[in-house]
Each structure stands twice: as structure tokens, then as C-alpha cells.
């Protein structure tokens, strides 16, 4: 078992659709991440979470909606996504003393 | 604000070539953190190493090694004898906390070694 799971590793979704993405990680770390990777931009940080409570946006829009339930779990809720928003999203927890650990990432695609 | 700059976006080497993948970064922060990432086909980034900036000993690990010159503010990466195995895109990062909690990355370099 990894670290970090992400489902779905794949998603194709609708403009005018809502879907979730999951993020699980089994460290016993307190922080976790949302960073997304577009094909022409660098990985960026969207969120992070400490003790479940959010402690960075960075400048994230709406359509997109994280919640942490616990300290092992992470969404992103999605919707009303743009085409330009397909991309790799992926998962990261960690904590002091600790580097980033990463999930695969779930590869989404808007039509 | 931080930036990283990882000039090379794509490297092909033939196996046991050594290569290096360069890594310039920009900080106002005294104290900060550098990191490099792997990151294979599967999609996952798997940690290499971390760096301090207060520590600008070079450090070595097995095939690879990385060169730390706060005087240039580079942070580059060798793999010497490349195997295809190492074919991957590799990131360079930076943060201001230990943990990394939230890393500014480069743009990658795509290391492809052929056999």
C-alpha cells in the first residue's frame, strides 16, 4: 500500500458536470496538498491543509472546492470545470520534520 | 517571491553517460529548502533529496550526486552511469519550511537514456 492514493486515476468530465476527486494517505502526517500540473505550466500548489483546517489558496477560482474531512482524507470537489483546467492533479501529505509525499495523481480532462 | 528555473526541458543520454541537470533558483528568504523530485511515467513524484541552505556540503547517493553553490544559487543534479531506469521527468523545487509544505517548483527536465 502506498502512501498516498488518489482515485480516479483517470476522469473525463463535462463542463457542466460535478465530480469529486479522493485523496487518502496512510503517513499519520497532519498536512495535506492539491497541486495541479498542466501541460505548459510548472507543478503549482492550489491548497493546503494543517489539522484539517486550510491554510493556504493560493488564488485557486471557485469551480474548485477542497474539503478535509480528517487529517487522512482530502477532496476536491469539482464543477463547472473550463477545458483549460484538464490537467494532473495531484496529492502530497506530509508534515514537519517531513518532506512531501505524492499520490500518482488523477489525470483529468474536461470536454 | 520564489522562483526556480530549470533551464534544460529535455536531456537524452545514452546508458552510462553521466548527466547533469542544472537547477538555478531565486529566493529573499535567508532560510530555505531545495529539493529534487522524480517523477517515472506512473505519474507519482518520489522525493530524492533535501537541502538546506545553511548546508552547501554536496552529498552523494549512490549514481547520484548533487552540487550546491549558494554563490550561483544553483542546486544541480548528477547521475553518473545513467541507466534507462532513470528515465523520468526530474523537478527541482524550493520552500521556505523544512517540510515542504509548499514547494515552488521548476518546470522539469525530461531525462531520456537510451540503451
Known amino acids: 500500500e502506498t502512501g498516498v492514493t488518489q482515485t480516479p486515476r483517470h476522469l473525463v468530465m463535462g463542463m457542466t458536470n460535478k465530480k469529486s476527486l479522493k485523496c487518502e494517505q496512510h503517513l499519520g502526517h497532519n498536512a495535506m496538498y492539491w497541486y495541479k500540473q498542466s501541460a505548459k505550466k510548472p507543478l503549482e500548489l492550489m491548497f493546503v491543509?494543517?489539522?484539517?483546517?486550510?491554510?493556504e489558496n493560493n488564488s485557486v477560482p471557485s469551480r474548485f472546492s477542497p474539503e478535509c474531512p480528517n487529517s487522512s482524507h482530502l477532496f476536491l470537489h469539482l464543477h463547472t470545470l473550463q477545458p483549460e483546467d484538464s490537467a494532473l492533479y495531484l496529492c502530497?501529505?506530509?508534515?514537519?520534520?517531513?518532506?512531501?509525499?505524492f499520490g500518482q495523481g488523477t489525470r483529468l480532462t474536461v470536454v | 517571491a520564489q522562483k526556480v528555473t530549470q533551464a534544460q526541458t529535455e536531456i537524452s543520454v545514452v546508458e552510462k553517460e553521466d548527466v547533469t541537470l542544472d537547477c538555478v533558483y531565486e529566493t529573499r528568504d535567508t532560510t530555505y529548502y531545495l529539493f529534487w523530485y522524480k517523477q517515472p511515467p506512473s505519474g507519482e513524484l518520489v522525493f530524492l533529496i533535501r537541502?538546506?541552505?545553511?548546508?552547501?556540503q554536496n552529498e552523494i547517493s549512490g549514481r547520484y550526486s548533487w552540487n550546491f553553490q549558494k554563490s550561483t544559487s544553483s542546486f544541480n543534479f548528477t547521475i553518473t552511469a545513467s541507466q534507462v531506469v532513470d528515465s523520468a521527468v526530474y523537478f527541482c523545487?524550493?520552500?521556505?519550511?523544512?517540510?515542504?509544505?509548499?514547494?515552488?517548483f521548476g518546470g522539469g527536465t525530461r531525462l531520456m537514456v537510451k540503451p
Open positions: 523545487a524550493l520552500s521556505d519550511n523544512e517540510a515542504g509544505n509548499m514547494l515552488t
Open positions: 537541502r538546506n541552505s545553511f548546508d552547501e
Open positions: 502530497a501529505g506530509g508534515g514537519e520534520g517531513t518532506e512531501a509525499f
Open positions: 491543509y494543517n489539522f484539517k483546517e486550510q491554510t
